[in-house]
T-cell receptor
Framework: SQQGEEDPQALSIQEGENATMNCSYKTSINNLQWYRQNSGRGLVHLILIRSNEREKHSGRLRVTLDTSKKSSSLLITASRAADTASYFCATVGEAGGTSYGKLTFGQGTILTVHP | DTGVSQNPRHKITKRGQNVTFRCDPISEHNRLYWYRQTLGQGPEFLTYFQNEAQLEKSRLLSDRFSAERPKGSFSTLEIQRTEQGDSAMYLC??????????????FGSGTQLSVL
């Protein structure tokens, strides 16, 4: 079963606007990751945030993590048409270790950025 | 191209037939994972290898599914007696030993299976 639930399921914005996607999860985690998937392709890792971190930045991406609420958000600033894709959050269980690659994915948010 | 490679990209088969997919991970990566993704859903973990050892299998992986990674290099995923419910994108991913690469997965483009 999917651990993460993402919100919204679909988001449509204009180029230059910011896009915010939210993810909730159910069990304690070691880390939470965000991936991007272009239609019909594999996933690309965007950013990883550990359970003891609250915020992380990478270029135009900002990720927050609230372990008390078991939720995370991904903010993409100054969006571009090329950002159009599906975005997934994925969690690694608290044990980490050999389970590092056993990710539990959410259902994803489909982002459409109009030029 | 030194990324994860999967073949074939697309496979159409009739119900009851056997199919086999291949994954070539990034060469220095020792861990290899198989995931399955159905339309509108996130990927679901199937199994993973550390070198040639299969360390974990999901309960999703019925006895019709078998995966191998001989010599710890490429991996194959075979589905026997395919069913229409097996139609999905099968994704392979790998991860490395170094701190920079051991926690994030590098995915291939997947094999889209359609069972008629």
């Amino acid at each position: 079963s999917q651990q993460g639930e993402e919100d919204p399921q679909a988001l449509s914005i204009q180029e230059g606007e910011n896009a915010t996607m939210n993810c909730s999860y159910k069990t304690s985690i070691n880390n939470l990751q965000w991936y991007r998937q272009n239609s019909g392709r594999g996933l690309v890792h965007l950013i990883l945030i550990r359970s003891n971190e609250r915020e992380k930045h990478s270029g135009r991406l900002r990720v927050t993590l609230d372990t008390s609420k078991k939720s995370s958000s991904l903010l993409i600033t100054a969006s571009r048409a090329a950002d159009t894709a599906s975005y997934f959050c994925a969690t690694v269980g608290e044990a980490g270790g050999t389970s590092y690659g056993k990710l539990t994915f959410g259902q994803g948010t489909i982002l459409t950025v109009h030029p | 191209d030194t990324g994860v490679s999967q073949n074939p990209r697309h496979k159409i088969t009739k119900r009851g037939q056997n199919v086999t997919f291949r994954c070539d991970p990034i060469s220095e990566h020792n861990r290899l994972y198989w995931y399955r993704q159905t339309l509108g859903q996130g990927p679901e973990f199937l199994t993973y290898f550390q070198n040639e050892a299969q360390l974990e299998k999901s309960r999703l992986l019925s006895d019709r599914f078998s995966a191998e990674r001989p010599k710890g290099s490429f991996s194959t995923l075979e589905i026997q007696r395919t069913e229409q419910g097996d139609s999905a994108m099968y994704l392979c991913a790998s991860s490395g030993l170094r701190q920079a690469t051991n926690e994030k997965l590098f995915f291939g483009s997947g094999t889209q299976l359609s069972v008629l």
